[in-house]
T-cell receptor, first 109, second 110 residues
Framework: QKEVEQNSGPLSVPEGAIASLNCTYS??????FFWYRQYSGKSPELIMF????GDKEDGRFTAQLNKASQYVSLLIRDSQPSDSATYLC?????????FGTGTSLTVIP | SQTIHQWPATLVQPVGSPLSLECTVE??????LYWYRQAAGRGLQLLFY??????ISSEVPQNLSASRPQDRQFILSSKKLLLSDSGFYLC?????????FGPGTRLTVL
């Protein structure tokens, strides 16, 4: 059974701060990793994906992958109230996605 | 660009009634298609996935079934709904390593 673990939160950060979201996974052979954002009552939307160890930056978002430690993280710089949502971590294994339960983020104005 | 549609957006059904949810994808061919359920306060549960017409894999034994009658059409069905079937049903399409979700159907079984 492949497992993807996330701290459910809630995580609260002030506006303008850096929000750090973490995720660990159980299958050492996993190759691709994804972050989705889900607003309340809406479907998840893809933010970023990462395949290689290290950092990948896209605007205010940075994904970090450490395959040796089996964790992937998402940093959100200059957090905005519109970033308040649940963030889902996912691992792709042979075209099947395994999702964590999500971390709820609240950005306080 | 690719677009994924789901309908209906919301549905309230009595226990024991049948169910049919439809998902269609535009702008791509031969996508992988997925049905997920998200119960209140819980994570995404993969129900079915399909790599082609008529090819369905079930992840969880339950009273639900899925069919893929056309390349870009995926249908989720039940003959008799249970209370535990309530939730947010999401269809997703994928190609290669990425996966994108439709708007979802919120089902309440009373």
């Amino acid at each position: 059974q492949k497992e993807v673990e996330q701290n459910s939160g809630p995580l609260s950060v002030p506006e303008g701060a850096i929000a750090s979201l973490n995720c660990t996974y159980s299958d050492r052979g996993s190759q691709s990793f994804f972050w989705y954002r889900q607003y309340s009552g809406k479907s998840p939307e893809l933010i970023m994906f990462i395949y290689s160890n290290g950092d990948k930056e896209d605007g205010r978002f940075t994904a970090q992958l450490n395959k040796a430690s089996q964790y992937v993280s998402l940093l959100i710089r200059d957090s905005q109230p519109s970033d308040s949502a649940t963030y889902l971590c996912a691992v792709n294994e042979r075209n099947q996605f395994y999702f964590g339960t999500g971390t709820s983020l609240t950005v306080i104005p | 660009s690719q677009t994924i549609h789901q309908w209906p957006a919301t549905l309230v059904q009595p226990v024991g009634s049948p169910l049919s949810l439809e998902c269609t994808v535009e702008g791509t061919s031969n996508p992988n298609l997925y049905w997920y359920r998200q119960a209140a306060g819980r994570g995404l549960q993969l129900l079915f996935y399909s790599v082609g017409i008529g090819q369905i894999s079930s992840e969880v034994p339950q009273n639900l079934s899925a069919s893929r009658p056309q390349d870009r059409q995926f249908i989720l069905s039940s003959k008799k709904l249970l209370l535990s079937d309530s939730g947010f049903y999401l269809c997703a399409w994928g190609r290669g390593d990425t996966q994108y979700f439709g708007p979802g159907t919120r089902l309440t079984v009373l």
